[in-house]
């Protein structure tokens, strides 16, 4: 049985303005009421995923920062890993580039995170900052306290690509790296977190809050920071909008997230759970 269904966000559930197809709206809930837990796995932060569990109409937890914020229904925080920036945060500024730290403003208070002063930044942290202005802080993080789930930069897929490179050299087995997309911008972000964290680990610490095994989750994404848990989960399903490599990797590609592909998916969750409820 699927007792689980962990969807991406950005691509894969989310469209325009953080809004859900209402045909894939009503299928989740549908899912939702009869016992399959509907979940968030996304490497947004937890205030812009709200945005879309409230088109979605129903709370559900959600896994935020790419894995390292996990928050229940009711919007207290289940379990967060922080790290200190400083190591990445001196290497960006050798770059050239202007790292930005998240943090879990929602339990805590203050900015959802905060963009590094140590160098002038580029367009795209600028326009970050400015989109994000209330909930945004300038100021030096190299040294400050290890408050921050994951860290980040916004410039060209080369610019990006060498700082991963980098982070690997000097530090190897300390971090991961992920560069992707930035939406509609232009512009790829490099997200940069602990060696441990990905969208698996914060959903086995929701399977274990649950008591539900990785062999009963599906989980759905469309781009190469879905790749852990796509493959980990006992079914995986890439977005056919999705990257190539994550299409490869899992069970099957459902349709394209603009055109309710989702609804594969719930099919085939209905046919596995008909199925199992039939034979047991």
């Not at 899912?31 to 979605?56: C, D, K, P, Q």
């Not at 140590?118 to 300038?138: I, L, P, Q």
């Amino acid at each position: 049985m699927i007792k689980m269904i962990a969807l991406d966000l950005d691509g894969t559930l989310a469209i325009e303005n953080h809004q859900i197809l209402p045909a894939t709206r009503d299928a989740l809930e549908d899912l939702h009421s009869n016992g399959v837990e509907v979940v968030i796995a996304t490497g947004r932060r937890y205030r812009t995923t709200r945005f879309v569990i409230e088109n979605l109409g129903f709370d559900v937890y959600a896994v935020c920062n790419g894995g390292a914020l996990v928050k229940r229904p009711e919007q207290s925080t289940l379990h967060a890993d922080n790290y200190d920036v400083t190591p990445v945060t001196e290497l960006a500024r050798e770059l050239g580039l202007s790292l930005f730290a998240q943090r879990d403003a929602h339990e805590f208070g203050g900015a959802d995170f905060i963009i590094d002063s140590g160098n002038k930044w580029n367009d795209a942290t600028h326009a970050h900052f400015n989109n994000n202005a209330e909930w945004a802080e300038k100021a030096d993080l190299v040294g400050s306290e290890p408050e921050y789930l994951v860290s980040g930069s916004f410039d060209s897929e080369p610019a990006l690509n060498e700082l991963a490179s980098e982070i690997a050299r000097r530090f190897p087995g300390t971090y991961n790296t992920i560069v992707v997309p930035h939406l509609d911008s232009g512009h790829f972000y490099c997200e940069i977190s602990p060696k441990h964290i990905d969208k698996w680990h914060g959903l086995t610490k929701l399977h274990e809050h649950l008591n539900i095994e990785g062999e009963h989750t599906c989980t759905v994404g469309d781009q190469l920071n879905d790749m852990a848990m796509v493959t980990a989960a006992g079914h995986g399903v890439a977005m056919s909008n999705g990257h190539e490599d994550l299409q490869k990797a899992a069970r099957f590609t459902c349709g394209h997230n603009k055109e309710d592909g989702i609804l594969d998916v719930v099919n085939y969750i209905h046919d596995i759970n008909n199925t199992r409820a039939q034979t047991s």
